[in-house]
């Protein structure tokens, strides 16, 4: 393999790795940002519990 290829080869290995990087982090921050939202839901819930307690 010519010193050219080599190093088209070993760019294209970088690239996809920081291709599934980037996928990887995304992926984490959906994860995060959809945990986060359902515990404010719950939160949520559990404060209009306590306010409708109030009522009854």
Do not use: C, P, Y
Request: proline share 0%.
């Amino acid at each position: 393999m010519s010193a050219r290829r080599f190093e088209e080869f070993e760019a294209a290995g970088v690239d996809e790795l920081v291709d599934f990087q980037d996928s990887a982090h995304h992926t984490s921050l959906t994860t995060k940002l959809e945990r986060r939202r359902r515990i404010e839901e719950l939160e949520e819930e559990k404060r209009l519990r306590e306010e409708l307690n109030e009522f009854a």
